[in-house]
DNA sequence: TGCATCGGATACGTTCATGTATCGAAAGCC
DNA sequence: GGCTTTCGATACATGAACGTATCCGATGCA
Protein backbone atom coordinates (compact mmCIF):
# COMPACT_ATOMS: atom_id res chain seq x y z
CA UNK A 1 0.00 0.00 0.00
CA UNK A 2 1.49 3.21 -0.90
CA UNK A 3 2.38 6.16 1.22
CA UNK A 4 -0.78 8.72 1.74
CA UNK A 5 0.54 12.06 -0.22
CA UNK A 6 0.25 13.78 3.15
CA UNK A 7 2.30 12.34 5.18
CA UNK A 8 5.24 12.52 2.67
CA UNK A 9 5.78 16.19 3.49
CA UNK A 10 5.13 15.89 6.95
CA UNK A 11 7.15 19.07 8.24
CA UNK A 12 6.21 19.57 11.87
CA UNK A 13 2.87 18.77 11.77
CA UNK A 14 0.73 17.45 9.05
CA UNK A 15 -0.66 20.70 7.17
CA UNK A 16 -3.89 21.56 7.60
CA UNK A 17 -4.79 22.47 3.90
CA UNK A 18 -2.98 21.67 0.60
CA UNK A 19 -2.44 24.45 -2.18
CA UNK A 20 -2.73 23.69 -5.72
CA UNK A 21 0.75 24.07 -6.98
CA UNK A 22 2.46 22.09 -4.54
CA UNK A 23 0.97 19.22 -6.29
CA UNK A 24 2.43 20.85 -9.75
CA UNK A 25 5.68 21.03 -8.03
CA UNK A 26 5.21 17.22 -7.10
CA UNK A 27 4.40 16.52 -10.50
CA UNK A 28 7.53 18.43 -12.41
CA UNK A 29 10.18 16.78 -9.19
CA UNK A 30 8.52 13.30 -10.23
CA UNK A 31 8.80 13.84 -13.95
CA UNK A 32 12.54 15.43 -13.76
CA UNK A 33 13.26 12.05 -11.36
CA UNK A 34 12.56 9.60 -14.59
CA UNK A 35 14.66 11.92 -16.32
CA UNK A 36 17.51 11.93 -14.19
CA UNK A 37 17.69 8.99 -13.18
CA UNK A 38 17.67 7.66 -16.87
CA UNK A 39 20.88 9.88 -17.84
CA UNK A 40 22.85 9.59 -14.28
CA UNK A 41 21.70 6.43 -12.91
CA UNK A 42 19.70 6.54 -9.62
CA UNK A 43 22.70 6.05 -7.50
CA UNK A 44 24.89 8.73 -9.31
CA UNK A 45 22.23 11.19 -9.09
CA UNK A 46 21.55 13.88 -6.61
CA UNK A 47 18.95 15.90 -5.33
CA UNK A 48 20.27 18.99 -6.97
CA UNK A 49 20.19 17.46 -10.57
CA UNK A 50 16.29 16.95 -10.28
CA UNK A 51 15.72 19.99 -8.62
CA UNK A 52 17.43 21.98 -11.35
CA UNK A 53 15.86 19.81 -14.03
CA UNK A 54 12.25 20.81 -12.61
CA UNK A 55 13.39 24.20 -12.25
CA UNK A 56 13.73 24.30 -8.33
CA UNK A 57 15.87 24.75 -5.61
CA UNK A 58 16.19 21.85 -3.15
CA UNK A 59 14.22 23.51 -0.63
CA UNK A 60 11.13 22.30 -2.87
CA UNK A 61 12.66 18.63 -2.48
CA UNK A 62 12.97 18.38 0.71
CA UNK A 63 9.62 19.96 1.22
CA UNK A 64 8.01 17.46 -1.01
CA UNK A 65 9.82 14.04 -0.21
CA UNK A 66 12.21 12.71 2.84
CA UNK A 67 14.97 11.29 0.46
CA UNK A 68 15.54 10.30 -3.15
CA UNK A 69 14.78 6.73 -2.12
CA UNK A 70 11.20 7.66 -1.11
CA UNK A 71 11.11 9.72 -4.59
CA UNK A 72 12.49 6.81 -6.40
CA UNK A 73 9.61 4.87 -4.88
CA UNK A 74 7.10 7.33 -5.82
CA UNK A 75 7.90 7.76 -9.06
CA UNK A 76 8.28 3.89 -10.11
CA UNK A 77 5.06 3.24 -8.58
CA UNK A 78 3.49 5.83 -10.61
CA UNK A 79 4.98 5.22 -13.54
CA UNK A 80 4.51 1.84 -13.64
CA UNK A 81 0.93 2.18 -12.55
CA UNK A 82 0.72 4.41 -15.41
CA UNK A 83 1.78 1.39 -17.45
CA UNK A 84 -0.24 -0.84 -16.60
CA UNK A 85 -2.97 1.59 -17.77
CA UNK A 86 -1.75 1.82 -21.14
CA UNK A 87 -1.26 -1.64 -21.32
CA UNK A 88 -5.03 -2.06 -20.67
CA UNK A 89 -5.99 0.38 -22.85
CA UNK A 90 -3.91 -0.98 -25.47
CA UNK A 91 -5.12 -4.55 -24.99
CA UNK A 92 -9.27 -3.50 -25.46
CA UNK A 93 -8.20 -1.44 -28.94
CA UNK A 94 -7.30 -4.64 -30.46
CA UNK A 95 -9.46 -7.35 -29.31
CA UNK A 96 -10.98 -9.18 -31.92
CA UNK A 97 -7.94 -9.55 -34.47
CA UNK A 98 -6.15 -12.72 -35.12
CA UNK A 99 -3.70 -13.75 -32.53
CA UNK A 100 -0.75 -12.50 -34.82
CA UNK A 101 -1.93 -9.13 -35.79
CA UNK A 102 -2.92 -9.10 -32.11
CA UNK A 103 0.05 -9.35 -30.88
CA UNK A 104 2.14 -7.40 -33.21
CA UNK A 105 -0.43 -4.36 -32.58
CA UNK A 106 -0.18 -5.13 -28.59
CA UNK A 107 3.51 -4.57 -29.01
CA UNK A 108 3.36 -1.36 -30.76
CA UNK A 109 1.25 -0.07 -28.60
CA UNK A 110 3.29 -0.77 -25.66
CA UNK A 111 6.81 0.38 -27.29
CA UNK A 112 9.96 -0.43 -25.48
CA UNK A 113 11.06 3.44 -23.93
CA UNK A 114 14.45 3.02 -23.26
CA UNK A 115 14.43 5.78 -20.41
CA UNK A 116 11.68 3.61 -18.41
CA UNK A 117 13.59 0.38 -19.16
CA UNK A 118 16.78 1.51 -17.62
CA UNK A 119 14.99 2.96 -14.52
CA UNK A 120 12.98 -0.25 -13.92
CA UNK A 121 16.03 -2.53 -14.25
CA UNK A 122 17.41 -0.77 -11.90
CA UNK A 123 14.59 -0.21 -9.57
CA UNK A 124 14.23 -4.71 -9.39
CA UNK A 125 18.01 -4.54 -8.63
CA UNK A 126 17.61 -2.08 -5.91
CA UNK A 127 14.26 -4.12 -4.73
CA UNK A 128 16.64 -7.24 -4.55
CA UNK A 129 18.47 -5.95 -1.52
CA UNK A 130 15.10 -4.67 0.33
CA UNK A 131 12.74 -6.78 1.19
CA UNK A 132 10.02 -4.28 1.61
CA UNK A 133 10.68 -3.05 -1.97
CA UNK A 134 10.67 -6.61 -3.18
CA UNK A 135 7.45 -7.32 -2.40
CA UNK A 136 6.37 -3.88 -3.72
CA UNK A 137 7.89 -5.51 -7.35
CA UNK A 138 6.35 -8.77 -6.68
CA UNK A 139 2.60 -7.06 -6.05
CA UNK A 140 3.00 -4.70 -9.23
CA UNK A 141 4.23 -8.08 -11.19
CA UNK A 142 0.89 -9.78 -10.01
CA UNK A 143 -1.28 -6.95 -11.14
CA UNK A 144 -0.03 -6.85 -14.43
CA UNK A 145 -0.94 -10.69 -14.90
CA UNK A 146 -3.95 -9.90 -13.46
CA UNK A 147 -4.80 -7.02 -16.49
CA UNK A 148 -3.43 -9.09 -19.28
CA UNK A 149 -4.51 -12.84 -18.82
CA UNK A 150 -8.20 -12.83 -18.80
CA UNK A 151 -7.81 -10.41 -22.11
CA UNK A 152 -5.01 -12.99 -23.62
CA UNK A 153 -6.95 -16.08 -21.76
CA UNK A 154 -10.35 -14.36 -24.08
CA UNK A 155 -8.56 -13.84 -26.88
CA UNK A 156 -7.18 -16.95 -27.61
CA UNK A 157 -10.79 -18.48 -26.58
CA UNK A 158 -11.95 -16.51 -29.47
CA UNK A 159 -9.58 -18.24 -31.96
CA UNK A 160 -10.87 -21.74 -30.52
CA UNK A 161 -7.71 -21.90 -27.81
CA UNK A 162 -8.03 -22.50 -24.33
CA UNK A 163 -5.22 -22.35 -21.90
CA UNK A 164 -4.68 -25.05 -19.16
CA UNK A 165 -2.19 -23.22 -16.82
CA UNK A 166 -3.07 -19.13 -17.03
CA UNK A 167 -0.60 -18.49 -13.99
CA UNK A 168 1.95 -20.34 -16.05
CA UNK A 169 1.49 -18.72 -19.09
CA UNK A 170 1.26 -15.39 -17.29
CA UNK A 171 4.07 -15.66 -15.73
CA UNK A 172 5.90 -16.83 -19.52
CA UNK A 173 4.70 -13.99 -21.45
CA UNK A 174 6.46 -11.22 -18.82
CA UNK A 175 9.31 -12.99 -18.63
CA UNK A 176 9.48 -13.14 -22.29
CA UNK A 177 8.35 -9.38 -22.76
CA UNK A 178 11.50 -8.48 -19.97
CA UNK A 179 13.76 -10.77 -21.77
CA UNK A 180 13.39 -9.37 -25.35
CA UNK A 181 12.92 -5.85 -24.36
CA UNK A 182 16.74 -5.66 -23.28
CA UNK A 183 17.50 -7.20 -26.78
CA UNK A 184 15.06 -4.60 -28.73
CA UNK A 185 16.98 -1.44 -26.58
CA UNK A 186 20.52 -3.14 -27.24
CA UNK A 187 19.92 -3.12 -30.64
CA UNK A 188 17.72 -0.66 -31.58
CA UNK A 189 17.87 -0.55 -35.67
CA UNK A 190 17.64 -4.22 -35.89
CA UNK A 191 14.15 -4.95 -37.60
CA UNK A 192 15.24 -8.40 -37.02
CA UNK A 193 14.77 -8.33 -33.69
CA UNK A 194 11.23 -6.78 -32.92
CA UNK A 195 10.50 -9.87 -35.67
CA UNK A 196 11.93 -12.46 -33.17
CA UNK A 197 9.98 -10.90 -30.33
CA UNK A 198 6.64 -10.83 -32.00
CA UNK A 199 7.46 -14.47 -33.03
CA UNK A 200 8.27 -15.74 -29.68
CA UNK A 201 5.35 -14.30 -28.04
CA UNK A 202 3.58 -16.28 -30.42
CA UNK A 203 5.26 -19.41 -29.83
CA UNK A 204 4.61 -19.11 -26.06
CA UNK A 205 0.88 -17.85 -26.44
CA UNK A 206 0.90 -21.62 -28.87
CA UNK A 207 2.62 -23.43 -26.41
CA UNK A 208 0.55 -22.27 -23.50
CA UNK A 209 -2.83 -22.69 -24.82
CA UNK A 210 -4.15 -26.24 -26.80
CA UNK A 211 -7.08 -26.41 -29.16
CA UNK A 212 -10.08 -26.06 -27.58
CA UNK A 213 -12.85 -29.03 -28.25
CA UNK A 214 -15.21 -26.43 -30.24
CA UNK A 215 -18.54 -26.35 -28.46
CA UNK A 216 -20.12 -24.81 -31.30
CA UNK A 217 -17.90 -25.73 -34.26
CA UNK A 218 -15.84 -22.44 -34.95
CA UNK A 219 -15.70 -20.67 -38.67
CA UNK A 220 -12.40 -22.40 -39.82
CA UNK A 221 -9.87 -20.74 -39.73
CA UNK A 222 -7.81 -19.63 -43.65
CA UNK A 223 -4.79 -20.78 -41.80
CA UNK A 224 -3.41 -22.54 -39.12
CA UNK A 225 -2.61 -20.23 -35.62
CA UNK A 226 0.86 -21.07 -35.46
CA UNK B 1 38.29 -6.03 -27.38
CA UNK B 2 38.98 -5.83 -23.82
CA UNK B 3 41.96 -3.42 -22.65
CA UNK B 4 45.11 -4.61 -22.06
CA UNK B 5 46.47 -5.35 -18.32
CA UNK B 6 49.45 -3.19 -19.46
CA UNK B 7 47.81 0.08 -19.92
CA UNK B 8 45.53 -0.28 -17.32
CA UNK B 9 47.57 0.79 -14.92
CA UNK B 10 49.47 3.30 -16.27
CA UNK B 11 51.68 5.42 -13.72
CA UNK B 12 53.50 7.55 -15.57
CA UNK B 13 54.98 4.72 -17.97
CA UNK B 14 54.26 1.44 -17.93
CA UNK B 15 56.21 -0.65 -15.39
CA UNK B 16 59.04 -2.68 -16.71
CA UNK B 17 58.84 -5.45 -14.70
CA UNK B 18 55.25 -6.49 -12.84
CA UNK B 19 55.78 -8.20 -9.60
CA UNK B 20 53.48 -11.20 -8.46
CA UNK B 21 52.04 -9.16 -5.76
CA UNK B 22 50.02 -6.69 -8.20
CA UNK B 23 47.98 -9.89 -9.51
CA UNK B 24 47.02 -10.68 -6.05
CA UNK B 25 45.83 -6.94 -5.04
CA UNK B 26 43.98 -7.15 -8.60
CA UNK B 27 42.26 -10.10 -8.06
CA UNK B 28 40.97 -9.10 -4.50
CA UNK B 29 39.72 -6.21 -5.46
CA UNK B 30 38.09 -7.27 -8.22
CA UNK B 31 36.61 -9.81 -6.03
CA UNK B 32 35.40 -7.15 -3.66
CA UNK B 33 34.05 -4.99 -6.25
CA UNK B 34 31.40 -7.75 -7.02
CA UNK B 35 30.62 -7.64 -3.67
CA UNK B 36 30.49 -4.56 -2.68
CA UNK B 37 28.41 -3.59 -5.89
CA UNK B 38 25.74 -6.02 -5.24
CA UNK B 39 25.37 -4.93 -1.38
CA UNK B 40 25.37 -1.33 -2.49
CA UNK B 41 24.64 -0.66 -5.88
CA UNK B 42 27.40 0.17 -8.98
CA UNK B 43 26.20 3.97 -7.77
CA UNK B 44 26.47 4.39 -4.53
CA UNK B 45 29.49 2.10 -4.21
CA UNK B 46 32.22 4.38 -3.18
CA UNK B 47 36.51 3.39 -3.95
CA UNK B 48 37.01 3.14 0.08
CA UNK B 49 33.97 0.43 0.56
CA UNK B 50 36.10 -1.57 -2.75
CA UNK B 51 39.28 -1.27 -0.82
CA UNK B 52 38.65 -2.21 2.67
CA UNK B 53 36.28 -4.97 2.01
CA UNK B 54 39.76 -6.02 -0.07
CA UNK B 55 41.82 -5.22 2.70
CA UNK B 56 43.56 -2.32 0.97
CA UNK B 57 43.45 1.59 0.76
CA UNK B 58 42.60 3.83 -1.98
CA UNK B 59 46.49 4.25 -2.92
CA UNK B 60 45.96 0.04 -4.17
CA UNK B 61 42.78 1.15 -5.81
CA UNK B 62 44.41 4.45 -7.72
CA UNK B 63 47.68 2.31 -8.37
CA UNK B 64 45.68 -0.34 -10.78
CA UNK B 65 42.82 1.44 -11.96
CA UNK B 66 41.58 5.12 -13.25
CA UNK B 67 38.34 5.13 -12.46
CA UNK B 68 35.52 3.28 -10.68
CA UNK B 69 33.64 3.07 -14.20
CA UNK B 70 37.05 1.16 -15.67
CA UNK B 71 36.71 -1.67 -12.07
CA UNK B 72 33.48 -1.88 -12.94
CA UNK B 73 34.02 -2.95 -16.44
CA UNK B 74 36.83 -5.36 -16.09
CA UNK B 75 35.08 -6.78 -13.43
CA UNK B 76 31.83 -7.39 -15.56
CA UNK B 77 34.01 -9.09 -18.40
CA UNK B 78 36.18 -11.28 -16.15
CA UNK B 79 32.55 -12.54 -14.26
CA UNK B 80 30.60 -13.01 -17.33
CA UNK B 81 33.62 -14.82 -19.00
CA UNK B 82 33.73 -17.24 -16.12
CA UNK B 83 30.20 -17.59 -16.29
CA UNK B 84 30.44 -18.41 -19.66
CA UNK B 85 32.86 -21.00 -19.27
CA UNK B 86 30.95 -22.97 -16.54
CA UNK B 87 28.25 -22.70 -19.15
CA UNK B 88 30.26 -24.16 -21.74
CA UNK B 89 30.95 -27.42 -19.07
CA UNK B 90 27.71 -27.28 -17.75
CA UNK B 91 27.00 -28.25 -21.17
CA UNK B 92 29.31 -30.53 -21.89
CA UNK B 93 28.31 -32.71 -18.76
CA UNK B 94 24.75 -33.62 -20.15
CA UNK B 95 24.68 -34.33 -23.59
CA UNK B 96 23.02 -37.38 -24.07
CA UNK B 97 20.50 -37.16 -21.45
CA UNK B 98 16.61 -36.61 -23.19
CA UNK B 99 15.55 -32.88 -23.33
CA UNK B 100 13.63 -32.60 -19.89
CA UNK B 101 16.59 -34.20 -18.08
CA UNK B 102 18.83 -32.16 -19.47
CA UNK B 103 17.20 -28.95 -19.22
CA UNK B 104 16.76 -29.35 -16.24
CA UNK B 105 20.60 -30.75 -15.15
CA UNK B 106 21.85 -27.46 -16.98
CA UNK B 107 19.63 -25.11 -14.94
CA UNK B 108 20.50 -26.50 -11.97
CA UNK B 109 24.30 -26.33 -12.83
CA UNK B 110 24.00 -22.57 -13.76
CA UNK B 111 22.19 -21.41 -10.59
CA UNK B 112 21.15 -18.11 -10.65
CA UNK B 113 23.40 -15.98 -8.40
CA UNK B 114 21.35 -13.11 -6.57
CA UNK B 115 24.78 -11.21 -6.51
CA UNK B 116 25.84 -11.29 -10.07
CA UNK B 117 22.30 -10.58 -10.96
CA UNK B 118 22.13 -7.64 -9.49
CA UNK B 119 25.33 -6.23 -10.56
CA UNK B 120 24.65 -7.37 -13.98
CA UNK B 121 21.80 -5.65 -14.82
CA UNK B 122 22.87 -2.74 -13.43
CA UNK B 123 25.70 -3.47 -15.87
CA UNK B 124 23.42 -4.01 -18.59
CA UNK B 125 21.83 -0.07 -17.80
CA UNK B 126 24.81 1.58 -17.88
CA UNK B 127 25.41 -0.39 -20.75
CA UNK B 128 22.61 1.15 -22.26
CA UNK B 129 24.11 5.25 -21.89
CA UNK B 130 27.45 4.20 -23.04
CA UNK B 131 27.80 3.38 -27.13
CA UNK B 132 30.79 1.65 -26.50
CA UNK B 133 29.40 -0.28 -22.85
CA UNK B 134 26.83 -1.56 -25.58
CA UNK B 135 29.21 -3.03 -28.09
CA UNK B 136 30.59 -4.98 -25.42
CA UNK B 137 27.46 -6.37 -24.10
CA UNK B 138 26.37 -7.30 -27.41
CA UNK B 139 29.35 -9.13 -28.01
CA UNK B 140 28.92 -10.96 -24.95
CA UNK B 141 25.34 -12.27 -25.48
CA UNK B 142 26.54 -13.06 -29.08
CA UNK B 143 29.68 -15.13 -27.76
CA UNK B 144 26.66 -16.74 -25.03
CA UNK B 145 24.82 -17.53 -28.11
CA UNK B 146 27.67 -19.17 -30.21
CA UNK B 147 28.45 -21.41 -27.30
CA UNK B 148 25.07 -22.54 -26.45
CA UNK B 149 23.90 -23.43 -29.73
CA UNK B 150 25.92 -26.06 -31.42
CA UNK B 151 25.33 -27.78 -28.27
CA UNK B 152 21.60 -27.18 -27.83
CA UNK B 153 20.95 -27.98 -31.33
CA UNK B 154 23.11 -31.22 -31.76
CA UNK B 155 21.09 -32.64 -28.41
CA UNK B 156 17.62 -31.58 -30.02
CA UNK B 157 18.83 -33.87 -33.22
CA UNK B 158 19.72 -37.15 -31.30
CA UNK B 159 16.25 -36.33 -30.12
CA UNK B 160 15.10 -36.17 -33.25
CA UNK B 161 14.35 -32.50 -33.96
CA UNK B 162 15.57 -30.34 -35.93
CA UNK B 163 16.27 -26.70 -35.62
CA UNK B 164 15.09 -24.11 -38.69
CA UNK B 165 16.40 -20.70 -37.26
CA UNK B 166 18.61 -21.26 -34.76
CA UNK B 167 19.58 -17.14 -34.34
CA UNK B 168 15.75 -17.23 -33.78
CA UNK B 169 16.31 -20.22 -31.06
CA UNK B 170 19.82 -18.37 -29.25
CA UNK B 171 17.90 -15.23 -29.03
CA UNK B 172 14.76 -16.57 -27.53
CA UNK B 173 16.93 -18.82 -24.60
CA UNK B 174 18.70 -16.04 -23.77
CA UNK B 175 15.32 -13.91 -23.71
CA UNK B 176 13.84 -16.20 -21.43
CA UNK B 177 16.82 -17.27 -19.21
CA UNK B 178 17.09 -13.32 -18.59
CA UNK B 179 13.28 -12.97 -17.94
CA UNK B 180 13.01 -15.72 -15.82
CA UNK B 181 15.94 -15.04 -13.59
CA UNK B 182 14.14 -11.97 -12.18
CA UNK B 183 11.39 -13.98 -11.11
CA UNK B 184 13.74 -16.58 -10.01
CA UNK B 185 15.20 -14.31 -7.61
CA UNK B 186 11.97 -12.25 -6.71
CA UNK B 187 10.43 -14.97 -5.25
CA UNK B 188 13.58 -17.04 -4.21
CA UNK B 189 11.72 -20.05 -2.15
CA UNK B 190 8.61 -20.63 -4.78
CA UNK B 191 9.48 -24.44 -6.28
CA UNK B 192 6.42 -23.48 -8.59
CA UNK B 193 8.86 -19.97 -9.85
CA UNK B 194 11.44 -23.33 -10.85
CA UNK B 195 9.61 -25.41 -12.26
CA UNK B 196 7.83 -22.95 -14.78
CA UNK B 197 11.17 -21.94 -15.93
CA UNK B 198 12.37 -25.24 -17.09
CA UNK B 199 8.68 -25.81 -18.76
CA UNK B 200 9.21 -22.66 -20.34
CA UNK B 201 12.65 -23.89 -21.72
CA UNK B 202 11.13 -26.88 -22.91
CA UNK B 203 8.08 -24.70 -24.79
CA UNK B 204 10.77 -23.20 -26.16
CA UNK B 205 12.91 -26.02 -27.34
CA UNK B 206 10.29 -27.44 -29.04
CA UNK B 207 8.70 -24.23 -30.66
CA UNK B 208 11.76 -23.96 -32.22
CA UNK B 209 12.39 -27.26 -33.85
CA UNK B 210 10.22 -29.56 -35.95
CA UNK B 211 10.60 -33.60 -36.18
CA UNK B 212 13.31 -34.17 -38.48
CA UNK B 213 12.63 -36.66 -41.16
CA UNK B 214 14.64 -39.09 -40.18
CA UNK B 215 17.54 -40.03 -42.12
CA UNK B 216 18.04 -43.86 -40.22
CA UNK B 217 14.94 -44.28 -38.50
CA UNK B 218 15.54 -43.61 -34.58
CA UNK B 219 15.29 -45.74 -32.00
CA UNK B 220 11.57 -45.85 -31.36
CA UNK B 221 10.93 -43.00 -28.34
CA UNK B 222 8.60 -44.97 -25.64
CA UNK B 223 7.47 -41.52 -24.66
CA UNK B 224 7.00 -38.67 -27.49
CA UNK B 225 9.59 -35.94 -26.62
CA UNK B 226 7.10 -32.72 -26.00
C1' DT C 1 73.09 -9.91 -0.30
C1' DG C 2 72.82 -5.56 -2.20
C1' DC C 3 70.44 -2.59 -5.21
C1' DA C 4 67.03 -0.66 -8.28
C1' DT C 5 62.38 -0.67 -9.20
C1' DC C 6 57.66 -1.47 -8.03
C1' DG C 7 53.45 -0.98 -5.51
C1' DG C 8 50.71 0.19 -1.94
C1' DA C 9 50.18 3.51 2.27
C1' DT C 10 49.79 8.12 3.93
C1' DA C 11 48.71 12.79 3.93
C1' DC C 12 47.29 16.33 2.00
C1' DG C 13 43.78 19.99 -0.47
C1' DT C 14 39.53 20.39 -2.94
C1' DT C 15 35.12 19.73 -4.50
C1' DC C 16 30.53 18.40 -3.97
C1' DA C 17 26.33 16.76 -1.89
C1' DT C 18 23.66 16.69 2.15
C1' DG C 19 20.27 18.30 5.59
C1' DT C 20 18.55 21.98 8.46
C1' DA C 21 17.07 26.42 9.96
C1' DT C 22 15.20 30.54 8.54
C1' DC C 23 13.04 33.87 5.51
C1' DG C 24 9.83 35.90 2.22
C1' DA C 25 6.52 35.46 -1.37
C1' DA C 26 2.39 33.20 -3.11
C1' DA C 27 -2.12 31.08 -2.17
C1' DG C 28 -6.37 30.43 0.08
C1' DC C 29 -10.08 32.02 3.29
C1' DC C 30 -13.13 35.49 5.23
C1' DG D 1 -8.31 43.34 0.41
C1' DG D 2 -6.38 42.12 4.65
C1' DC D 3 -4.72 38.19 7.25
C1' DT D 4 -3.01 33.58 8.02
C1' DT D 5 -1.01 29.52 6.41
C1' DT D 6 1.68 27.17 3.14
C1' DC D 7 5.63 26.28 0.45
C1' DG D 8 9.62 26.96 -1.91
C1' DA D 9 14.14 29.84 -1.80
C1' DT D 10 18.31 31.01 0.59
C1' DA D 11 22.15 30.56 3.66
C1' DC D 12 24.88 27.80 6.42
C1' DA D 13 27.44 24.08 8.57
C1' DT D 14 29.05 19.44 8.08
C1' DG D 15 30.81 15.35 6.21
C1' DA D 16 32.23 12.48 2.72
C1' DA D 17 34.54 11.11 -1.42
C1' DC D 18 37.82 12.28 -4.67
C1' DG D 19 42.44 12.55 -6.88
C1' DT D 20 47.30 13.60 -6.34
C1' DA D 21 51.87 13.91 -4.60
C1' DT D 22 54.99 11.75 -1.86
C1' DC D 23 57.07 8.26 0.96
C1' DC D 24 58.73 3.75 2.37
C1' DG D 25 58.44 -1.15 2.69
C1' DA D 26 58.33 -5.13 -0.46
C1' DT D 27 60.00 -7.51 -4.43
C1' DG D 28 62.82 -9.25 -7.95
C1' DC D 29 67.25 -9.47 -10.26
C1' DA D 30 72.33 -10.02 -10.46
Given amino acids: MPTTPEQASAR ?3 PQRV ?26 STVEQICER ?11 FVSLDELFLAMW ?8 DDLRAALADVPSAPPREAVQ ?6 PVEDAWYRV ?50 GHALVAVHDGTAVQVLLEPDAAAVHERR ?24 PTSPS
Fill in 12 to 14: HAA
Fill in 19 to 44: TARRGRTRRRLLDAALEVFAETGFGR
Fill in 54 to 64: AGYTRGAFYSN
Fill in 77 to 84: EERSARML
Fill in 105 to 110: AALAAI
Fill in 120 to 169: SAEFTAHALRNPSLRDVVVAREQAIQDTVLPVVVAALERAGRRVADPAAL
Fill in 198 to 221: AALFLNVLDAYSTPAPPDRPPTAP
